[in-house]
């Protein structure tokens, strides 16, 4: 069975170092069993909760719902994914029933996050939802004996989940598009859905590769689902959101192997003349044309997510050494073997005789670029990174950035002293947090109305004159604008730090 680098998790007490056998395949019957008993729960609280009625007006009836359905799905995926799920319900519960349930009528005052509540400590609602939480710390415990063996000491966490429920990064906040985010999700349960529904069709029953690819998709929907909860409650945890998307970028690479696995089944069946004329004759044409659809759309579907493909890790020492090789190749303009570009995430070619842009082609997982000071013009390579965040062109020849719109991760990007003037590209890069423009001709920036997460802007030394549209910028905190053509203050008045605005000019 093919085992991906994230269903490789290493406990970290050297005592207890151990594979994690839990994996993209169905739970053994030990797990199953708990995991019948966490539907058997999430049903029964979802019933009580349908007919509750003296629920405040804040209470979170959509991301409840949202887990309620993840929790009651988890006995069709696989093991593997059952355990973030769980471990996302099990605080989110805690902290649900911390905040809108209370133990009397006199006690909504006992913690600083408990909203008033007509949900009683003890009623039905609080009754089910605390059976619910103890049944998901059994099948959390069943995960954890599956993992590391029973003779692990007791309250073990192999999955270094201390401070899963820390309380969300309101910079982070800030910066996401929830609106888009959720509209993706949307998107992506519709598709799952459809392709669930499909495999159903197609797949022959008791087929052991088709189980797993229907689990895995179940996997993902789940995943999707609870993903779609932590984004809808209230203070939603970062920490969990980030493990559900990681995970749900580990089910891809599977869904994608069980599909070419199906397809090179079909390609077989079709070689065979005989068969494959009475295979038609009956339902073939139905099933292949459904098969054909799935396939070549696969892709097209898990796009949805707008999740890019995930990076491979790698270790920090081999990561270091695959860098420094790698740099020192390039600085002579020779090409780095395919084997070492795999490892590499950052280039420092500042200040050097790298010339060669084609260079960086093979090296995919480019994350991190520095070639400020080099005598580079053309960029167009850079199409083929789209995993680049960070990129620095500072005093470089480069004047057309166009290609900048196919790196839409992009949070860093540094053209100061550069001849680069039309900078009409930065609308599709709405992730840009920090951009440096300065000693440019650069004198048109309304397209900055496209950047709500630009934190900091430097804008010294060049044209500019009219920067009202830096009002709408709420986040952006460092500012430079000294020797600008700048009269007008006000539109940068809530900005903290504005390098150049005169003392008391229109703060």
């Not at 007490?13 to 539907?39: D, G, I």
């Amino acid at each position: 069975m093919h085992v991906f680098p994230s269903d490789l998790i290493l406990a970290r007490s050297s005592s207890y170092k151990h594979y994690m056998s839990l994996r993209h395949e169905k739970p053994n019957p030990a797990l199953m069993a708990e995991l019948n008993e966490v539907r058997e729960k999430a049903l029964a609280l979802e019933d009580t909760y349908k007919s509750a009625s003296n629920l405040p007006n804040q209470f979170p009836h959509e991301p409840l719902q949202f887990m309620l359905e993840a929790l009651q799905k988890l006995p069709d995926g696989t093991a593997v994914e059952s355990r973030p799920i769980l471990h996302a319900a099990d605080r989110r519960l805690a902290r649900l029933r911390r905040q809108y349930f209370k133990h009397s009528p006199s006690d909504n005052n006992d913690a600083p996050d408990r909203h008033i509540s007509g949900v009683e400590r003890g009623q039905p609602l609080d009754a089910h939802a605390g059976d619910l939480k103890n049944v998901i710390g059994s099948a959390l415990e069943e995960c954890r004996i599956q993992e590391v063996g029973e003779d692990s000491p007791e309250g073990y966490d192999p999955w270094g989940y201390d401070g899963y429920d820390e309380e969300p990064d309101a910079e982070e906040i800030a910066s996401l598009d929830y609106h888009a985010i959720r509209a993706q999700s949307e998107k992506l349960q519709t598709s799952l859905q459809s392709a669930k529904d499909d495999v159903h069709n197609i797949l022959e029953p008791g087929s052991a590769n088709g189980d797993r690819l229907k689990r895995v998709l179940s996997d993902t929907e789940n995943l999707n689902l609870m993903n779609r909860a932590e984004l809808k409650f209230p203070n939603g945890s970062s920490r969990i959101r980030r493990e559900l998307n990681s995970r749900l970028r580990g089910t891809i690479p599977i869904i994608r192997k069980g599909i070419k696995s199906i397809q090179i089944g079909l390609d077989f069946a079709e070689s065979v003349n005989d068969e494959w004329e009475k295979f038609k004759v009956n339902k073939g044409a139905f099933i292949t044309t459904i098969l054909r659809n799935f396939t070549n759309n696969i892709d097209e579907k898990l796009k949805q997510l707008d999740v890019p493909p995930p990076i491979p890790q790698v270790d920090p020492k081999i990561q270091k050494a695959a860098e420094a090789e790698a740099e020192e190749l390039l600085k002579q303009n020779k090409p780095v073997p395919d084997a070492l570009a795999l490892n590499v995430r950052a280039l420092n070619l500042a200040l050097t005789n790298f010339t060669d842009t084609a260079l960086l082609k093979n090296i995919k997982y480019l994350q991190s670029v520095d070639l400020d000071g080099t005598k580079i013009a053309d960029i167009s390579v850079l199409a083929h990174l789209p995993q680049l965040h960070r990129l620095w062109l500072n005093s470089t020849p480069v004047s057309d950035i166009s290609v900048l719109a196919h790196l839409p991760q992009l949070h860093t990007l540094g053209l100061s002293s550069t001849p680069v003037s039309d900078i009409s590209v930065l609308a599709h890069l709405p992730q840009l947090q920090w951009l440096g423009l300065n000693s440019t001709p650069v004198s048109d920036i309304s397209v900055l109305a496209h950047l709500p997460q630009l934190h900091r802007l430097g804008l010294n030394s060049t044209p500019v004159s009219d920067i009202s549209v830096l009002a709408h910028l709420p986040h952006l905190q460092r500012l430079g604008l000294r020797d600008t053509q700048v009269t007008d203050w006000g539109p940068v008045a809530h900005v903290k730090n504005v390098f150049g605005r005169p003392k008391g000019g229109n703060k």
